[in-house]
């Protein structure tokens, strides 16, 4: 290969998105482009100890865009990269890569692996739970990063189709390099060969097309995908196609109960514990106005519990919103106030990760109904 112009001595980049989005695939062709080194980081944020990896080398981890990785990034010129694809093809991908991991299934349905419960050949009962509370999750690790203005965003669909074409626009903004260096990483990395690549045992690549998710999911799985919340909102922000909403039912009238563990709301959402518990330590001249506190009106206690915090100086203009029931989640719980102590400044984006990836699973609270509202703010501008 030619030489890279430029100064590639500390050159470090890391990939940081959803898995299955092309992430090894970005790598290895940078790391064909700029000889760098490829190293390992650990899932969990480590920062501190990367400083041992060298002055130059290119890594990808899914991590989200936590303040102390950003600001460490920042520190030592770190590029940070983020991959989009298809959140079909992610899902498929997804599958068939724990599959061919031999990674033990869980019963958890927010965790990727209890898909593998289902039958290797059937997209069953186990894979719809994990996407109606928690493939949405798995998604919005390259949303945040892109959303925040964090990360350099790469659609996978492009790299296929035109593989130099977006090397050559991301390259410009990294480090320029020949055309034909370009050239030469996509002949070196063609998807076909990295297939039959053996990496650690195990396979890395299945297939390369984009679109393959049309035939492989069951049509109602693939319905459900671009029409449902949240993966309409998230498909919209990721600039695919979307289908019309799916509206869903109204839960009966007699089975909605009272105000309490194990009633609903007049939509059919769930009333959880926490919920109940939450109301009831409201003060009363707040909670009063809420003659029925399971209707689901604009002037609800339902539509209260997903509004921008009263106590956010921004009034909901910041990205993402720290809804009202974040906000009282964070009032109740004192660890969670040590862990983000400026929950509408430096720690606001963790505080409403903290509700997606471990709030709403925590203290079963419906999932799509309370979690709706942060992704949707990713849409309004700019993360802070």
Same mark, same amino acid.
């Given at each position: 290969m030619t030489s890279v112009?430029? =100064?590639?001595?500390?050159? =470090?980049?890391?990939?940081?998105?959803?898995? =299955?989005?092309?992430?090894?695939?970005? =790598?290895? /062709?940078?790391?064909?482009?700029?000889d760098?080194?490829?190293?390992?980081?650990?899932? +969990?944020?480590?920062?501190?100890?990367?400083?041992?990896?060298?002055?130059?080398?290119?890594?990808?981890?899914?991590?989200?865009?936590?303040?102390l990785l950003r600001e460490w990034g920042r520190e030592h010129g770190v590029i940070f990269l983020t991959t989009i694809r298809h959140p079909g093809d992610v899902l498929v991908s997804l599958r068939h890569h724990l599959q061919?991991?031999?990674?033990?299934?869980?019963?958890?349905?927010?965790?990727?692996?209890?898909?593998?419960?289902?039958?290797?050949?059937? *997209?069953?009962?186990?894979?719809?739970?994990?996407?109606?509370?928690?493939?949405?999750?798995?998604?919005?690790?390259?949303?945040?990063?892109?959303r925040g203005g964090w990360a350099e965003a790469v659609r996978y669909e492009d790299l296929c189709a035109q593989? @130099?074409?977006?090397?050559?626009?991301?390259?410009?903004?990294?480090?320029?390099?020949?055309?034909?260096?370009?050239?030469?990483? @996509?002949?070196?990395?063609?998807?076909?060969?990295?297939?039959?690549?053996?990496m650690a045992g195990q396979k890395f690549f299945r297939k390369g097309t984009p679109g393959g998710w049309r035939t492989d999911l069951p049509p109602e799985m693939q319905e459900w995908l671009v029409s449902a919340e949240p993966y309409r909102t998230q498909l919209n922000l990721l600039g695919y196609p979307v289908s019309p909403a799916k509206t869903p039912e109204p839960i009966p009238e007699r089975t909605r109960g009272p105000f309490a563990a194990g009633g609903h709301f007049a939509n059919g959402v769930k009333i959880a514990p926490v919920l109940a518990r939450l109301f009831a330590e409201l003060p009363k001249s707040l909670s009063k106005q809420w003659s029925d506190p399971t209707a689901v009106g604009n002037d609800s206690f339902f539509a209260w519990l997903n509004r921008p915090a009263a106590a956010d100086p921004s009034a909901g203009?910041?990205?993402?919103?720290?809804?009202?029931?974040?906000?009282? /989640? *964070?009032?109740?719980?004192?660890?969670?106030q040590k862990l983000y102590p400026d929950?509408?400044? +430096?720690?606001?984006?963790?505080?409403?990760?903290?509700?997606?990836?471990?709030?709403?699973?925590?203290?079963?609270?419906?999932d799509v109904a309370f979690a709706l509202p942060v992704i949707r703010s990713y849409a309004a501008g700019r993360v802070i």
């Open positions: 112009p430029g =100064k590639t001595e500390t050159l =470090k980049i890391i990939i940081a998105s959803t898995p =299955k989005t092309g992430n090894t695939w970005l =790598k290895l /062709l940078l790391s064909e482009i700029y760098l080194p490829q190293v390992e980081l650990l899932p +969990r944020l480590e920062p501190g100890d990367w400083t041992a990896l060298g002055p130059r080398w290119i890594a990808h981890q899914h991590f989200l865009p936590e303040p061919n991991q031999a990674v033990p299934p869980t019963a958890e349905p927010s965790q990727p692996a209890s898909m593998l419960l289902d039958a290797p050949s059937a *997209y069953g009962e186990h894979t719809w739970r994990f996407l109606e509370h928690g493939f949405y999750l798995v998604l919005h690790a390259s949303i945040c990063w892109w593989p @130099v074409a977006t090397l050559r626009a991301l390259t410009n903004r990294i480090l320029p390099v020949p055309e034909e260096r370009l050239q030469q990483a @996509v002949a070196a990395c063609e998807i076909t060969r990295l297939r039959e690549r053996s203009s910041a990205v993402p919103v720290v809804t009202e029931l974040t906000h009282q /989640l *964070y009032r109740m719980l004192p660890e969670l929950p509408f400044g +430096r720690d606001r984006m963790s505080l409403s990760n903290w509700l997606l990836y471990f709030g709403i699973a925590g203290y079963a609270l419906p």
